[in-house]
């Protein structure tokens, strides 16, 4: 399996779905409407969501790692 180099346009894109006023609480609230929205159109529709997942490794709709 190859792996995909992430480009500019990537990041430029993953910056869009960091600041979406639907994933962000989507990450934030695991149970909420917004998390089965952004779950159901992430990886068909949305292509900000699919850049989050490339340059991140894990979909727009999954909490953030605390650290």
């Not at 500019?8 to 609230?29: F, G, Q, T």
């Not at 909420?32 to 900000?48: D, M, Q, S, T, Y």
Request: proline fraction near 6%; include cysteine.
């Amino acid at each position: 399996m190859s792996e995909t180099e992430i480009t500019s346009l990537d990041r430029a894109l993953a910056k869009v779905c960091e600041s979406c006023p639907v994933c962000r609480p989507a990450r934030r609230n695991q149970q909420g409407l917004a998390n089965r929205f952004v779950k159901g159109v992430e990886e068909r529709i949305c292509p900000f969501c699919r850049a989050y997942e490339r340059v991140h490794g894990r979909k727009a709709h999954e909490p953030l790692e605390r650290q």
